[in-house]
Nanobody, 115 residues
């Protein structure tokens, strides 16, 4: 099972950028499709972006053209570059596997977009 630790969140003004990082344990990390999810207060957790081991991506309509998911299999890392942030992007962001049953959820990293 993959263990996950997210980092990189913070407070940013509308229009700003952040880069989230996810450190994953496990020697077979590279075979998993990975995703970034978010959960805003009072809302269900949703998939923001997914990336397969072969490079296929999927983005929520609300973040297309603004967010980019990437991975470094040599370092067991997954990243989410977030540009042109909006107040509605405010949420706790998590990484986990995508297209397979998720493993244990980490603590997540808080992203707050506010002026």
């Amino acid at each position: 099972q993959v263990q996950l630790v997210e980092s990189g969140g913070g407070l940013v003004q509308p229009g700003g950028s952040l880069r989230l990082s996810c450190a994953a344990s496990g020697s077979i990390f590279s075979i998993y499709a990975m995703g970034w999810y978010r959960q805003a207060p009072g809302k269900q957790r949703e998939l923001v972006a997914g990336l397969t081991s072969s490079g296929r991506t999927n983005y929520a309509d609300s973040v297309k053209g603004r967010f980019t998911i990437s991975r470094d299999n040599a370092k067991n890392m997954v990243y989410l570059q977030m540009n042109s942030l909006k107040p509605e992007d405010t949420a706790v962001y998590f990484c986990n596997t995508w297209l397979t049953p998720p493993g244990s959820w980490g603590q997540g990293t808080q992203v707050t977009v506010s002026s």
